[in-house]
T-cell receptor, first 114, second 111 residues
């Protein structure tokens, strides 16, 4: 149980285009999901907290207009990287917190902007 | 300033050796978790500890929560190459609060 599916696992896009990453909770409802960014050989950096039916809460330094988050249902949150640039290339991971079971993470999305 | 510190930052050992990694804070946590992340994957929860002094074992892994609930350790016995990965600790200061992640210990076990 407690499976979080993230799609796509890898994406290559051209500079200036937008990329959408989906995060789905498959067997539970997640009113809150979290989006992280991870640089090579570094730890997780929380970008934002996605709240179902309301605006996401962004961490300091994360551009809201750059990283659009939508949490329209209890099982789906999306992160859209808008007008992507090479410096946006990174590993993006989502998670949902089930209080008694810890965080369940998606398998991550490797974004490469060329 | 990191709420949680982890040490060592990097560790490379030979198969069969024992090791301990640490997670420290000046804050008290209501619960603390350990995760392992393999390259190209999301972290996977290993254990949750909630009681000061608590010790939990998961096969060759032994987790301990400090008496004051400010620190934790992870001991691996007879490490194997499959133990290679990034070990993250995460703590919640109060029940219901989001967990904060430490910077991680990157472990490499060489065959």
């Amino acid at each position: 149980g407690a499976v979080v599916s993230q799609h796509p696992s890898r994406v290559i896009c051209k500079s200036g285009t937008s990329v959408k990453i989906e995060c789905r909770s498959l067997d539970f409802q997640a009113t809150t999901m979290f989006w992280y960014r991870q640089f090579p050989k570094k730890s997780l950096m929380l970008m934002a907290t996605s709240n179902e039916g309301s605006k996401a809460t962004y961490e300091q330094g994360v551009e809201k207009d750059k990283f659009l988050i939508n949490h329209a249902s209890l099982t789906l949150s999306t992160l859209t990287v808008t007008s992507a640039h090479p410096e946006d290339s990174s590993f993006y991971i989502c998670s949902a917190n089930r209080q008694s079971r810890g965080y369940t993470f998606g398998s991550g999305t490797r974004l490469t902007v060329v | 300033t990191q709420l949680l510190e982890q040490s060592p930052q990097f560790l490379s050992i030979q198969e069969g050796e024992n090791l301990t990694v640490y997670c420290n804070s000046s804050s008290v946590f209501s619960s603390l978790q350990w995760y392992r992340q393999e390259p190209g994957e999301g972290p996977v929860l290993l254990v949750t500890v909630v009681t000061g002094g608590e010790v939990k074992k998961l096969k060759r892994l032994t987790f301990q929560f400090g008496d004051a609930r400010k620190d934790s350790s992870l001991h691996i016995t007879a490490a194997q190459p499959g133990d290679t990965g990034l070990y993250l600790c995460a703590g919640a200061r109060n029940y219901g609060q989001n967990f904060v992640f430490g910077p991680g210990t990157r472990l490499s076990v060489l065959p």
